[in-house]
C-alpha cells in the first residue's frame, strides 16, 4: 500500500495520440485509458454521434508520484487550453502487487 | 427554373426519405439512434465501395481525353473555392474561421457525391467512373490551402517545421482520403476480376447501406441544428449560398471543359458539398483556433441537407437548360 | 395436435439451429458473445428491412377489404390482451408489475413475427404484407393501455399533465416503433422501384441477419434464464400458458375476420408474442415502480423460445385443422 | 490549481436524459458522460447486453464547487432511488487552464 | 451521506469474469464495470484493437466499506500480480439513497 | 521453385491487396482505423460463413475414404506440431513461452485458410469442403497438448482436479471454435435448403467481408511489428521458417494420404498458419506465465503476413512440382 496520486485527464479525443506520447516522454510507469466519452463544457456539447472524433473526449488515468503529477499537469496544460478538457488531481493508496510479474522475463 | 418533376423524384428515392425520418426522428424527440461505431462502419464501406467501382471503371476507361479533363477542372475547382470563399468570410470573421470554413467548403462531400451518383442512376445518365477519382484528389488541395492562408495571416508562422509535414500528412493521409484512394487503387489494379469478385458487396448492398447511413445522418443533422443559432444569420447564409455559388463555378468550368451532363452534375456537387468527415478532423489539429461548433454544422445541418433535398435536381435542371 | 413434421420442419431450419446454439453456448459456458452494438445493428436492420419490404406490399395491394380486416383485428387484439392479462395478474401482483406485463404481453415480438414469416414462406403459404402494417401498429396500444391501467389504480393521479404527452410521445415515437412505422411509410412511398433498388439488402440479406441477430438472442435468453427464479412458479407457468391463449385469441379472431391460413398464423403470432424491446424501454420510464427483472426475462427467456421453438408450428397445426 | 468536489454517479442509462438536463438547468459548468457501463447493485446485475438499454448503467463525472455537489446530489436522489444507482462525492485538485480559450470567440 | 472506500481495479479483461465471481463471493453490495480500457505499464501497451480481448484492459469500481476493501485488494492481488493491473483505494462520500426501492418488492 | 505468375496472381486479388493497404497506413501514419467492435463482426461472419459452407458441402460429399482421410490426417499433423515445436523452442525460451507457441503454431489460422481457399476459387482448383471440417477439429488439440507439455514440465502440478475441466472448456468451447464447430453442424444439418436460404449472405457477401476484416489485420499487423523487436531474432525468424516447416510436414502427409492439389494445398496451410485468435484466449487463462507480447505479435505480423503474401502461392507451386 502505497500513497500516489491520481490524474485523471478528460481531453479531446483528437488530441489523446499526442497527450500519451506526451505521457511516454515523461516516462510515467503507465496509464489507462477509456476511449469514448461524451460531455459538455464551455466549449459546448461532444455528443461523440459523429463519424469524426472532432466532438468526442477521452478519459485518460495515470497512478503516479506527486512530483509526476505535477510533470504531467504542466505538459497538459496547453492541449486542455487549445482543446478544452479538465486534469484532476487526487488522492489515492494504490494497492500494487511486486515486480515480479512473469511477463518481464525476457525470453 | 428547377423542375418540379425531378425534385420529387429525387425526394422520394429511399435514401433521401431515410434522410428525412431521421431528421423527423429528431424533431418527434423520439430516442431513435444508431450507436457508434455502427455509423463508422457504413461510413468506412460507402468509401470502400465508391472508390472500389471508381477504379474497376478508371481501369476500364483508361486515361482518355475526357479523364484528363474532368480530374484537371475538378482540382482547379478544388484550389479556386476556398481562396474566394476566404476573402468574402474575412469581412465578416476572423482568419481562424474564415480559414476552416473555407477548406470546409473547398472540399467535397463524399456522401452528397453518391447520392448525386444515385440519382443520374436512377435517371439513367450516363456518367464517368473517372468522377470518382475526381473527387479523391479533390479532397486535400483545400485542406492545405485552407492551412497556408491562415499561416500566411497570422506571419510570424510561429510552426517548427515539422509542422507542414504534419500537415501534409493530415491532408493526404487521413483515414477517409486514405482508404478511398486506397480502394480507388485497388480497384485500378484489379480491375474486371475484382469487380466481379466484389460486385455483390460493392453493388448490390450498396443503396441499402447509403439508406442507412443517411438515416443517421438525418438524426446527426437534425440535432446540430440548435448549435448553428448560435452561429448568427450571415453565417445560416452562407451555408446556403456557398453551395449555390460554388455550384455554378462547377457548372461553369464543366461547360467551359465540354463534360458531358453527368460529368457536368458530379463537377457542381463536388463543387457544393462541404466535408464535415475529413476536413473537420484536420482543421482540429492544424488551426485549433477555429471553432468547429461553428464549420461542422454549417456543412453538416444546412448545406448537406440543402444540397441533397433540393440542391441536386437544382443543379441538374439548371445544367440540362444550359446544355440543350 | 401438433404436426410433428411442422414441428421438425420448424426446429431445423437456421435462424431456429442459431438460435439453438446460442442457449448452447451458455450452456457449455463457452465465451462467445457477439458485443455491443452489433446486435443494435441487426435489430435495427431487421425493423428496417421487414418495414419497407411490408410497405411496399402494401402499396402493391392497396387498401383491400382483407386488408382492412387485418388490421382492424390486429388493433382490436391488441386492446383486449391487455387487459385480462391485467386482470388475470393482479389476483397475484401488484398493480406495477401488473400493468407492466401486460403491456408486455398486449404488445408484439417483431422476431417472433419474422419467425413466422420466415416459416410461411418455407412451406409456400401465402400471407399478405399488410400483417406488418397491422404489427406495427398493435405495439403501442398496449403501451398506453397499461399506463392507464395502472395510473387508474393508483387513482391519486399524481402524474403532472406533461406526463401524458411524454407518455404518448414513448409509445408511438420509441425508437424501435418510430424505425418500423417509417420503413412501412417509406416503402409505401417509393413502392416498386423503391423495392427494386433495396431488393438486395431487404430480402438477399435478411436470412443471414437473422441467423445472428437469434445467435444473440439465444445467449441472451439463456442468460437470463436464472434471474427468473426470483419470479416464482406463477410467473413462470405464465410465460408459457399467455402465449397459448392469446394465440387462441388471435385465431378466433383471425377466423371470425375470415383472415387466410397465412394471416391467421400471423395474427396468432402476434398475440401470442411478448415484446423485449419496445415494452421495456417505455414501461421503465413510464411505471419506474414494475420490476423489468420480471418482465423482461419472462418475455425474452421463455415466451420467446416457447413461440420460436414450438409455438409457430403449434398455431399453424391449430389454424390448418380450424380452417380445413 | 483549484480545490474541486468531484461528484460521479452512476444511474440506469434510461435516465441519463433527465439527469443531464437536470444537471444543465443547475448551470454545471460541465460534465462528463461514459455512457456505457455495466453492473450489479441490490436491484440484480445489469449486463448491457440486451438491445435496449432497459439493463444498463452510464457514469457521470461533475467537477464544480462544495455547493453545487451539494445540489446535484439532492437533485438526483429521486432518481436514483426509483432506477437505481450510486451517487459519490470526494475532493479533487483542478488543475484548469484559463477561461481565454479561442472556441469562446463568437464569430 | 455516508463516507465509503472506493476500490477501483483495473484489470486484464481475461480475468474481469473470475474478478467479478469473486467479488460476489465476498457479498459485496455492489460494483460497476466499465468493459472497454486500453492502458499502458509494466507489461507493455495494450491497445485493445485485436478480435480477441488479450490485450485489453477493463475498469472497475467498488464503494464499500474500509474492511471490505481490504479484503477486495487482499484478493485480487494474485489476478493483478499474474496478468497485470492496479487497485487503487480512496475516500468518498456515498450520498445513497434509502434502501426502500421498489424492485426489491418480490411479486 | 516459386511460381512468379501464381505469386502475382495472389498479390494482386483485392483481399491481400487490402491487407496491404492497412498496413501501408500505418507506416503512412495515417489515422484510418477500424474501430471495435466492427473487427468482430467480420471475424464472426467469417467464422459463421466458413463454417455453414463447410457444413452443406459435408452434408453433400458424405462421409467418403477421402473425407475421412482428410480429417485424419489433420488431426495427426494437430497433434505432431506442437511436439516438435515446443522441443525445438525448449533449447532457447522457457517451458511456458515455448507450450504458448507450440500451441500457437499448432493450432490453425481460420483467415489465412480462407485466403488459400478463395486463392484456389480463383484458379479454379477444385477441393473438399470437409477442409473445413478438418480445420474445426484442428483447433483444439494444439491447444490441450501445450498446456499438458507445460503442466508436465512444472510437474509438481499444482494444478487443482478442475483445472483440466477449465481447460477441455478453453480448447473446445472458446468463442470462435464453438461458432466454428455450431456452423459446421448447422450447415451439415440443415443441408440443401439450409443453403440456399443463406447463399446470398454466405457466398456473395464474403469476399467483401474479407476485404475489410483482412484491412483491419493489415492495421493491426503493422502496429505490432514493433513489439516484436523485443522477442529477439531467434524467434523473428522462427516466424518464419516455422510455417515453412510445417507447411512442408502438412505436405508430405497430404502426398502419403493420396489428397488432391486442393486439399493439400489447405492442409499445408492448416499447418502452416499460427492462430492469433483462439489460443491467444485459451493460453492466457492456461498458461499465464506465457508472455502475449511474444506469441501473439509472431502469430499474426509475420507469420500471417508470410503465409497470405508468400506462402500461399509457394505451397502450392510446391505441391503442382510434387504431384505433378
Ligand atoms: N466541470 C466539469 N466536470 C466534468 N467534466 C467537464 C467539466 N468541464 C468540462 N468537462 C469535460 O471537458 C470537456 C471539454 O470541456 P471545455 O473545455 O470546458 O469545453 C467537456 O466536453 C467535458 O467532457
Ligand atoms: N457498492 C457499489 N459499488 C459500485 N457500484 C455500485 C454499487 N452499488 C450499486 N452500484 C451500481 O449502481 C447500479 C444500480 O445499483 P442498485 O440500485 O443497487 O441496483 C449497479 O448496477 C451498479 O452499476
Ligand atoms: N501507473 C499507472 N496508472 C494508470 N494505469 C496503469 C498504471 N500502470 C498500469 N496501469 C494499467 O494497468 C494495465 C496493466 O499494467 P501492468 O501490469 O503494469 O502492465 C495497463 O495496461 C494500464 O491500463
Ligand atoms: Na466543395
Ligand atoms: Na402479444
Ligand atoms: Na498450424
Redesign the interface.
Known sequence: ?RP?K?V?I?C?S?EVRKI?TAL?KLEV?????????????????R?????????K?S?I?V?CSPEMAEKI?QKV?PS?????G??????????????D??????? | MIDPGLLLNNLLTPPVLFFTLGMAAVFCKSDLEIPQPLPKLFSLYLLFAIGFKGGTELRHSGLTGEVVAGLGVGLLMACIIPLYVYFILRSKLDAANSAAIAATYGSISAVTFIAAETFLGKLGIPYGGHMVAAMALMESPAIILGVMLYRWQMTKGDGDPADWGELFREAFFNGSVFLLMGSLLIGMITGESGKESLEPVVVDFFKGALCFFLLDMGLVAARRLKDLMRAGSFLLGFAIWAPLLNAAVGIALAKLAGLGIGDALLLAVLGAGASYIAVPAAMRHSIPEANPSIYVPMALAITFPFNVLIGIPLYLSIIQWLWS
Open positions: 500500500m500516489i491520481k485523471e478528460i479531446a483528437v500519451l511516454e510507469s503507465g496509464y489507462t485509458l477509456i476511449r469514448d466519452a461524451e460531455g459538455m463544457g464551455d466549449r459546448g456539447r455528443l461523440a454521434d459523429e463519424v469524426t472524433d472532432v466532438f473526449n478519459y488515468l497512478c499537469s496544460q486542455l487550453k487549445k482543446f478544452g479538465v486534469c484532476l488531481v487526487s488522492d489515492a493508496q494504490w494497492i500494487r502487487v511486486g515486480e510479474h512473469p511477463e518481464r522475463k525476457e525470453p
